[in-house]
């Protein structure tokens, strides 16, 4: 087993992209697949993933078995966690020849470490969220003949990766990562450990990322960080309100959404962005987590009930169109019935557009799991989960009713769920399905609500809708249903951004 050393990698010599010079990996070139649990932050870890592994020479697989494959993990909760050890052995069990090399990179791998290997012997190697810029390395390695290598120091430059390292999925949104890590120790929350301490990007280079993305044809981008309003540009000084100002006004941005904020650290500047008409869409993921006051205290989140709803009361002053989706835990350490009740009348309070709600699972090093045990029963907690999601349901019900007949924006995303239509999001982040060609994905149209569920709304078109070339696609997709389509580079194995919250704030 090799343990790499957490220096940075040597001066870069490599070509263009900027990796560490290395020779092809063979005649024909690997293929690879990268399988993605949790939030737009592995999602966007993956992209970068897909970019390094390319700098070798590696090719994305497409029907034909991956040699390389890389899992990456989600280790919020303990499900997750245990799915992946699940692939591990799915991949080496399945009769045929197993991947050549497997890795585990993510939240598990950083927290677990070297100890993969006792879980998943078949694994090769281990490689944390700080050190993705080690891939090339590390691959090169295990194929000149070193086995089962670990890498989960820190590495400084793994926070600046330039754009042309990032392999974007093709689509209408990019991600740009302005800052990693959260210094808040929440008592149940793993973030610290996985994610380290708060470490942020300058204006000017997130700036310079929005520019390249833009000049590629994406408008809308979403700005990632596990406490986004704790921003602070280590150059100057600038916090996140300006640091959506600079990032509005790079030319060709339509459309701005950042994921998460915390309600401690909320500003009256940035509410007022809201309001202002400007690229930053008025819908917000606020995570309140539970509603009980004495809950929050458990949590150490900082605030309490009545601050929370006091927060929501002033942005909603200052941006009465703001929509807010929020995260809730059920069954934290010690949650009375009682407790609970108040988490569903903070959904009556405050009505948010959606929740993300999930059963608490004890995790690893948190305060938590140290001092506050895990004492609602099992089917307790899925009890007040139903609940919960079922009063949820009735309440975007009645906040859907209410928009029929509002003509909105929406940027069109492709294929509706459940297909037959095109799925657009609205500003305030609401998906709308209608009827429309696939080539008008990517564009921007208008559309009238004239239904609803309790997820999505009915729309129709009004006027025609432009087709236009995907960011990152060959083609507009679909274009000639008998061309080959690109498979995505990076493939999301379970949940991921599109249906779950980025655990942070
Ligand atoms: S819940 Fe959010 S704010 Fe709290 S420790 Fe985790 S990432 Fe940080």
Known sequence: ????ASDPLPPQTGPANGYPAVTPVSGRPLRFRIETW???MNVHDSEKMAAALGSLGCRPAKAEPAEVVVLNTCSVREKAQEKVFARVE?????GGERPRLIGVAGCVAQQEGEAIFGRAPAVDF????QSLVCLPDIVRRLLDGETRVVEIGRHPDNLDIPPEQIDRIPGVKAYITIMEGCDNFCSFCVVPFTRGRERCRSVSSI?????SLTASGFQEIQLLGQNVNSYRDPEDGRDFAELTDAVGAVPGIRRIRFTSPHPKDFSDALMDRFAGGGPLMPHMHLPAQSGSTAVLERMRRGYSREEFLELVGRARRRAPELALSTDLIVGFCGETRREFEETLTLLDEVRFSSVYSFKYSERPHTLASKRLP????DPEKTDRLVELQARQRAIQLDLHRDLVGREVEVLIEGPSRKGGQLAGRGPDNRIVNFDGPAEATGSFGE????GFGPNSLLGEPLGSLAPRRLPGSPAAPAADPGAEIPLPVVQQAMGGGHSEAMRSG
Do not use: F, S, W
């Open 1 to 4: 087993m090799t343990v790499c």
């Open 38 to 40: 949790g939030c737009q």
């Open 90 to 94: 799915q991949l080496v069990g399945r």
């Open 126 to 129: 281990v490689l944390g969220t």
């Open 207 to 211: 700036v310079r990322e929005a520019e």
């Open 374 to 377: 895990d004492d609602v029963p």
């Open 447 to 450: 559309v009238r609500i004239t």
